[in-house]
């Protein structure tokens, strides 16, 4: 008897519901409309009797319907502990696996190291220094982290990157955590898990470089900001924390820490017509929380470096908008970028805006519109600025990750004919690209990897077979209508591709992009306390792993001049600079190599140093 209350109960709703869209609910129902999400704040529930399951109003369109939130997804989707417990062991393989046991890289990796080992070598924990000198170039939030670290555990290279690898752990959490308050904990997993497994997402995550920590508080900002917006009762408590996130993202990378999030809620207020909503953000208690956070360092490390303020002007404004700086590059730049970094489920982004953006009986969703202008807002910002690198646009990956995953839980949910094709049309251009890719490298094989990088081409031949067979698998799991699996296939598609290349391939580049060896064996030759030499290369790691001081040469003659009229004074120079000049091997010899990494004296004192044999 309760059972047919229950149904008899069910279809008064339904029906109700039709006809408060002019009967055409159902209908439209029947044919097959898109389905795009759960309410955030259903207006109804229904509350079976027999099996005490709560049943949510879902938006079709801009239509309701009384649908189970998790109707077609059975077993594992419906725990939510098992969806968190994934995305964990997958964080964890990804970030995680061998990270202590690879050497520190040069440039960005040994640059920071060493800058963090100075800071807890030194005490000084407000001025960050580099080879003994002032360096302004990053604010000082992830160096207090890495520091912290190296107190902890050591300066090693496991201690080096575990904040980083936290930090990216911290991101996909919170992005899983944002997806589930905007819709269910299906599409949060889904966006946690393609954030995860972005290649570009994955290399920061295990890298001693500050972006990281950037993507972090961004992300965090956001989304205490959206549970400001969405819960009226609990903004004492949410718009604080998102002001003390902007602060720390203000510690993490500048003034762009604030610009950014600024820039997309401002946007979103106007778009939605709810800019007045900005005098419930508690803007005058946000302020102090914001400078109470971000302040303090600034205004120390400018009472201490009186050339501070200039440099800071100068690195966040001249500089970045000037049109003659370093690292100058097209507009364009960032769309080869972001579809190799987001790979690959950047093949979906173009139809996830489009569905998003797209709404045939009704206005925009808020929830998708808040997830568009994120990463418009800070792809578009950063294309039209004049200095760019690749890892510049990483805070707008949560964004993307989620809006794919909006569109991968619809077809998980209702596979439409329509959507179905759309999906099939999307990923055409991802196998193909692939199978293009294989192509060159079988047919021009880059024989710079081999001289530059020290890596073998048939394992990078077997590297491209290895990625297109498991891209076509995903592929035919899609044709065949299995949709889980072909998800499931592109994880695996990237998590078995960087375990392959951090077992057989990276391996192989450690020469090439470490001076680790290199630097043991000269610390061992020069005589304590003497500085190292690097012509025309920044070797880092080289200071990191014998805590010497170095000196950077521009020039030949500078070289010549230091080989011939020092005591006991060893250089390192690229393998490239030596066939340049061809007259090195008049003043210098060769005495040890890694990769293409050479270390060279003068004759002289190669004759008169114990140990020492020429090349």
Sequence with gaps: MKSCRCRAYSKRCIRAISYQFDGSFLRRLNQGFDYFGVASEPK???QCAVTSEPKKIFYIGNERTVHNEYSSM???????????????????????FRLGSIPLFDRDEGLHAVTS??????????????????????????????????????????????PAALLGVGCVIVTYLLGRKMYNPVTGFLGAMI??????????????????????????????????????????????????SLGCAVL????????????????????????????????GRGLVVFLAVAAPWYILISLRNSDYLDYFVKLNFSYFFSPKVAHARPFYYYLPILLGGFSPWSFFLPLAFIRSLWRPFGKIDERALFLCLWFAVIFLFFSGASSKLGTYILPSFPAASLLVGILWHGLLETPTIKLRKAFLYSFLPLVMTFLLGLVY?????????????????????????FLVGMTVLSFILLVYSHYKLSFFANVGLVISAILLFTVLILPAMIPYRSTK???IKMDALVAPGEPFLFFDSRRDTALFYTSRKGIFLDSYDQLVQHLVSSKNKFAVVDEDNLRKFPMMDKVAQIVGREGNAVLVTARRVAASTPGVEGN
């Design 44 to 46: 109804a529930q229904l």
């Design 74 to 96: 059975s077993g594992f989707w419906k725990t939510e502990k098992a969806l968190v417990l994934v995305l964990l062991v997958v964080c964890l393989t990804l970030f995680f």
């Design 117 to 162: 080992k100075e800071m807890v070598l030194s005490g000084d924990w407000i001025t960050t220094t580099f080879n003994g000198e002032n360096f302004y170039d990053k604010p000082v939030f992830f160096n207090w982290l890495v520091a912290l670290s190296f107190e902890a555990l050591g300066f090693t290279e496991l201690a080096a990157r575990l």
């Design 195 to 244: 954030l995860a497994t972005s290649p570009e997402f994955i290399i920061l995550s295990r890298a001693v470089v500050h972006d990281i920590s950037l993507v972090f508080f961004i992300t965090l900002a956001l989304f205490f900001f959206y549970l400001g917006f969405t819960s009226a009762a609990q903004r004492k408590f949410y718009f604080p924390l998102f002001y003390a």
């Design 252 to 283: 993490s990378k500048g003034p762009i820490g604030v610009m950014l999030p600024g820039m997309i809620i401002v946007l979103f207020l106007t778009l939605t017509g709810k800019l007045r909503f900005l005098k419930e953000m508690q803007l």
């Design 441 to 465: 490298l079988l047919v021009a094989p880059p024989t710079m990897l081999n001289t530059r990088f020290g890596l073998d081409l048939s394992l990078i031949n077997f590297f491209g077979i």
């Design 517 to 519: 060896a290199l630097a």
